[in-house]
């Protein structure tokens, strides 16, 4: 028995291994295959002059009238162009798009665009003046209900069209005077209009295709779908499998064609930064939407070519709640401003290269250097607290950062609160809410302290001010000042110095005041490919493809 | 048996049902809207999308439409995705979760069930204890460190299997290994399990007493039997390998269900949250279903009642 029990363990254990073997062989083959000519993909991608790009996530539509993010945008620049068209470094100067010129008169209210003879669409048509009409009638549609619609809202009664107070589209002030002149009348000067008109919200949608798949009001309309799709950039889509690639190719009737040197655009939805990585260092990418904000300090070392740190135009920051005790105190708010290193907080912290923030308005504007009004100064930020009551902290209200569930969020609450703990003496907690969860939250002035952020629209301080007039959606602060909301209503309707001028005062009140703790300015951290050439940083992250290419 | 499958059948309607009702409630509760984001949504063009989604409407009429239209298989839009509809995600998802699920299961079964068997003949021995550690430590594993480790190690370090995407056979190679090791172990232990009680029995004692050789006791008398916990747990594995395959979808850059499920939750995209829901509970009851009769079907000591 005990021989046979032995001779059978062995006949499994040989039938066992057996199948093991074959497994692994099996593996071996498949894996063998796999790395073909031992090339990895983005060598092989690189020579066929094929461009492979971390895209972040997956996009929620590709029709620029219904889309509200930037993963979306980068796509859609290589599949759409605008009047004007990205410039290759530069995100303030203009550069010809489907307008081949255009004038204005003294006052920058009204424009006048010369579209070109060779502006045509994926399925041959010509982009007209008209389709403009169409496109900018169709996202202000109130049934639409497109959330870029406001972006319009500087042509005349666009504001009033889009609430549903005129129903006459003719009234609105953008006319083709013919197929290849258009017309804009705005609500007052506006010089930086030209660089509003890249922000996809302004780009053309074909009016045909677009009544072909559902109308120009249904959100559901099918003609952004990969088989309908009809665009007018440098690139065409050519396929779209969800969560896995959006494949594009150089498009041949683009008016600028020769100048596009990649014959074709893949995106990759990669939600998880890591896997971003990896995908990278395996191969696979030329260009990450990110990187993992604690591999930055491990990446400066082993990959330094790769990795890019490029300017953006954000400003982070913490709201106050200044409709809750102690926040209500502007002295409380400026002390809890001057208890914070920010040099200290970047350069330990999140050690991305960001600018320590001295005023809201982020720098990086060339009419518009930042304030220097928000400085760290522990002395006096402990004199103010004690004028308000709270002399060493003692007595201070019990309250809380209120931040979305992100570890990087949470590492700077934790710097910022052991900052206003060793200099102010006071004891905040920090708690986490899911994204959605801290939106309503923080919309409802249901918080103390909130992070939050805020990334230009257009190269202009106004895109930052105005969020903080009274009755702004994106105030959330609880905070009214009415001087600020005139200054700011003001500078709408003025010259662009004057306008300047008067962004400036109003932040300086701003900074006064002090609803918001400012804490960096953004920056945008990736890895790129070294053989990737004419991919400059762009302030707003604008992807001006057809400069790129394999050198 | 056809009394008990019909009778099984319409208990499952009625779990599908109520778990439909229950997920309406959560989903209706949840705070957070699928239109709100970083930048406030002007409340005039806010109307207009929820009028759009029928979310104007009183609570149990959404429920009822919402209700009806899902019996006729039509689950309504994305809230999110503008132009997709949930039910072609999921038959865009769904044919690669079960490929990624099946291949997983395979490699689940191919080495979890030899590995018990074999641990049970050779119990208390290296080849027992050695493999039971390692399914041990296997189930203990979670998939978002062990996936990680394989790609860094077949991916990057030895440069021999493809880390991200969805593309062919080699692609499956990691992914499928994640998500099946952690099912092998289980299974290790389940067979390992079931393979020893039948050892044990009084006919295995007689049959070797007669001399019947002992591959025989093994490969014919003991191995349906011991199978029956395996066989078991082979319903909620496949439903739990499909559903549940989220991470490693997400390691992997795979465009399967697991993501949508949980990328509709961050959204809060009410019609996809209910439409996966209601895919993975009917799954699942399908499969212990099917479980059920299968381990009648091998057990006699056990009758359809």
Redo the contacts between chains.
Sequence with gaps: ?DS??R???A???A??SK??RM?WIG?LG??????GGGDRRVDVAAKEGILLIGNGA?P??L?PH????VPENRIISALMEGLIAYHPTDAGEPEPGVAESWEHNEDFSTWRFKLRDTARWTNGEPVTAGDFVYSWERILS??????Y??MLYVIENAQAF???KIDDFDQVGVKAIDDRTLEVKLTGSTPHFLSMLKHYSFFPVNPRVVEQFGGMTE????W??VENYVGNGPFTLKEW?????IRTEKNPQYWDADRVKLNQIHF?P???V??EE??F??G?LHVTSTVSPDRIPSFRKTMPEQLRIDPYLGSYFFRLNVTRKPFDDPRVREALNLAVDRQLLVDRVTQGGQAPATGFTPNGLDDYPPLDRVRFNPERARQLLAEAGYPGGRGFPKSEILINTSEAHRKVAEAIQAMWRQNLGIDVGIYNQ????Y??SQ?NLDYDISRA?WIGDYPHAMTFLEIFTTG???N?TGWSNSTYDSLIQEAQASDPEKRLQLLRQAETILLEELPVVPIYWYTRTYLLDERVEGWHPTLLDNRPYKYVSFG | MLKFIALRFLQGILVLLAIYALTFVLVAMTPGSPFSGERAIRPEVLAQIEAYYGYDKPFFERFWTSLSNAVQGEFGPSAVYANRSVTEIISESFPVSIQLGLVSLMVALLIGIPTGILAAVKRNSTLDYVPMSVAMIGICLPTFVLGPLLALVFGLMLGILPVSGWYGPTYMVLPAATLGLYYAAYFARLTRGGMLEMLNQDFVRTARAKGVAESTIVWKHCLKGGLIPAITFLGPAVAGIIAGSFVVETIFQIPGLGQWFVRGALNRDDFLILGLTVLFAALIVLMNLVADIVHVALNPRLKYE
Aim: aromatic share 6%; glycine share 8%.
């Design positions: 028995m046979g029990n001779s059978n363990a006949d499994i254990r039938a066992f199948t093991l497994f593996l498949i894996a063998m295959v796999a790395c997956e929620m539509s029709d219904l889309v509200t993010g109130p049934a639409l209900g497109s959330q619609a406001e889009n609430e549903g959100r559901q309309n099918r952004s779908t499998v969800t969560n896995q690639i990759f990669i939600e998880n890591n896997s990896t995908a260092r395996a696979r899911e994204w959605k969860v939106l309503d919309s952020g702004n959606g994106n959330d």
